[in-house]
């Protein structure tokens, strides 16, 4: 049962990125080494998560 997460690209220091969950301003950030993310990342992008893999979302088509 792998249900999606989103989170937002609260900061990037070097080779992690510190993500952000969506709609839960209490949880604590995530830290996720960049080679596991999509590479056009940028702070303030939108990931989804899941089956075990970050997709960028693209905010503008939808």
Do not use: H, N, W
Request: negative net charge; charged residues 30%; aromatic residues 10%.
């Amino acid at each position: 049962m792998f249900e999606r997460i989103d989170y937002v690209v609260g900061r990037i220091d070097g080779d992690y990125a510190y993500l952000l969950r969506k709609g839960d301003p209490d949880a604590e950030e995530k830290c996720v080494a960049r080679a596991l993310l999509p590479p056009e990342i940028r702070e303030g992008s939108t990931l989804a998560y899941e089956m075990m893999q970050y997709t960028l979302i693209d905010e503008m088509a939808g």
